[in-house]
């Protein structure tokens, strides 16, 4: 099992920055996909960055040269650097971590933090 704790959100006005944190704790030597992930009232969740093990990270389109991840191994906290923020970046933003295996697959999730940008 893997327990998640996010922090870091708030209201802030446009063009403003945040930045989001997610502490890991539990079994985390069993992770190898860790991300981000947004949902705004009245729609789906939606990527927002995701980093595999041993690769690049990869952002959403919309988020591209503003929004940065990155990790603390030493903490076993993941960040999300947020920039240059808009109206349309308000949402509760989650903490996603998986461990992926042959055959298995384990999602974990953080409580989800409230991004409120105002204009």
């Known amino acids: 099992q893997v327990q998640l704790v996010e922090s870091g959100g708030g209201l802030v006005q446009t063009g403003g920055s945040l930045r989001l944190s997610c502490a890991a704790s539990?079994?985390?030597?069993?992770?190898?996909?860790m991300g981000w992930y947004r949902q705004a009232p009245g729609k789906q969740r939606e990527l927002v960055a995701v980093?595999?093990?041993?690769?690049?990270?990869v952002y959403a389109d919309s988020v591209k040269g503003r929004f940065t991840f990155s990790r603390d191994n030493a903490e076993n906290t993941v960040y999300l650097q947020m920039n240059s923020l808009k109206p349309e970046d308000t949402a509760v933003y989650y903490c996603?971590?998986?461990?992926?295996?042959?055959?298995?697959?384990?999602?974990?999730w953080g409580q989800g933090t409230q991004v409120t940008v105002s204009s």
């Open positions: 996603n971590m998986r461990s992926v295996v042959p055959g298995e697959e384990y999602d974990y």
């Open positions: 980093l595999i093990s041993g690769g690049s990270t």
């Open positions: 539990g079994s985390i030597f069993s992770i190898n996909v």
